[in-house]
């Protein structure tokens, strides 16, 4: 069996529970076998031939695969090198996260496809990685899990009428510890909702989801301080909650079109 050119395979620093691989340009075949895992994962370069639930089936650059735990499945490159990422969620997370979708069941469901090919599943797919990537993303990155997942399992939950309530709650939380990487698992436990219904909730009220609304939130109260002629860049960071001043630095930018330190000497230049 030849070897991959690339390949690692970890736990991710933002989600325990969460084991990552990824392959790059590699020619790597795969015997049957099973995971006692779930785990999907989405093709990006090269094509393969995916055997699982008796189904053989050729896929390519952009569909995600499914395999449930104990499924004997394989893939084999069909021709020339692949790439491909792979993530493998813990059973036990997985079933409770099914019983908030489904109100109560006591057993976990199977992913019902063995492909699949939602035009948005890639988007997404990277989104999540990325998180899955980072010690400081565990809200940002239990929330793509949830919103990745729960179409592909239960019928749509109702979200809470109320537009007022829990989801409030939840939101004075962020802005009370706005320095603190809360989990997902917290808020909604303080807002009284499952974390699909936050979630929803959330992006109902406020236009987005938990964790992009903290890193507004920061974001806001860092542009206050740089009006106010905060000196130590770093130590700002550290005080709103970013990892480092580079961390800080990609997230400010992204929402000002300028560093820290440019948007702060705009105003003491004035």
Request: charged content about 20%; proline content about 4%; overall charge neutral.
């Amino acid at each position: 069996m030849a070897e991959s050119t690339s390949q690692f395979l970890q736990r991710s620093p933002a989600l325990p529970f969460v084991e990552l691989r990824q392959a790059d340009r590699s020619s790597a075949c795969y015997q049957q076998h099973t995971h006692d895992e779930f785990s999907f994962g989405l093709i990006d370069q090269g094509h393969t031939l995916y055997r699982n639930r008796g189904q053989s089936q050729p896929i390519g650059a952009g569909s995600m695969v499914t395999v449930n735990p104990g499924e004997v499945h394989s893939c084999n490159p069909a021709a020339g090198l692949w790439s491909y990422r792979m993530i493998f969620l813990n059973a036990a997370w997985l079933g409770e996260l099914q019983r908030e979708l489904s109100g109560g069941s006591a057993d976990y469901q199977c992913f019902p496809e063995v492909t699949n090919r939602r035009s948005d599943a890639g988007k997404r797919f990277d989104h999540l990685f990325a998180s899955l990537l980072q010690a400081d993303t565990p809200l940002a990155a239990q929330t793509q899990l949830i919103e990745l997942m729960q179409p592909l399992f239960a019928a749509e939950p109702l979200a809470p009428e109320a537009k007022h309530g829990g989801v409030l709650l939840a939101r004075d939380l962020i802005m009370d510890q706005l320095d603190a990487n809360l989990q997902l698992d917290t808020l909604a436990e303080v807002a009284g909702l499952n974390r699909y219904q936050l979630i929803r909730g959330f992006k109902r009220e406020f236009g987005q989801a938990p964790h992009a609304y903290q890193l507004d939130a920061r974001i806001k109260q860092a542009r206050v301080q740089l009006r106010r002629g905060a000196c130590s860049l770093n130590g700002l960071a550290l005080d709103l909650g970013f990892a480092d001043q580079a961390h800080f630095q990609r997230h400010f930018k992204l929402r000002t079109a300028l560093t820290p330190g440019q948007y702060r000497a705009f105003y003491r230049a004035a």
